[in-house]
C-alpha cells in the first residue's frame, strides 16, 4: 500500500511459521518487527465467554461496559470506541465511533 501524500510503501506480511503475526513496516529500507508486542491471551481468566455478560440484551450491555470504560481511570475518552462487526458471510467490517453527548 502506498500513501500518495507522503509517497511512503507500507508493506505487511505474516511470517511462515505461525508464531503470532509479524509486521514489518518498509519505509527508507528501515523494518520494525511488532511481534514481540503482541499479548498473549490464554487462561479462563483472560478468556472471554457469554457467562461473563452481564445482560443478554444488547443495549444493557453496551451499558455496563460503557460505565465500567468511563469507570477506568486509564481511559482518557470512554465515548470513544471501536464497533466491529460481521456480516452472516463472515465480511468483518469495522467502525470508529464517538459517541456524542447524551442531552
Known sequence: MTCGLLSVTVTFRR???????LRHLCCRGAVM????????YRG????FEETH??????MK???????????????GEANA?????????TQPGASV???PDGD
Open 33 to 40: 518487527d511488532l511481534g514481540p508486542m503482541r499479548k498473549s
Open 97 to 99: 465511533w464517538v459517541v
Open 81 to 89: 470506541m471501536c464497533l466491529a462487526t460481521c456480516t452472516r458471510y
Open 53 to 58: 455478560l452481564t445482560s443478554l440484551d444488547p
Open 15 to 21: 511470517p511462515a511459521k505461525w508464531t503470532g503475526y
Open 44 to 47: 479462563d481468566r483472560e478468556a
Open 61 to 75: 450491555q453496551f451499558a455496563s461496559w460503557f460505565d465500567e470504560a468511563v469507570q477506568c481511570p486509564d481511559i
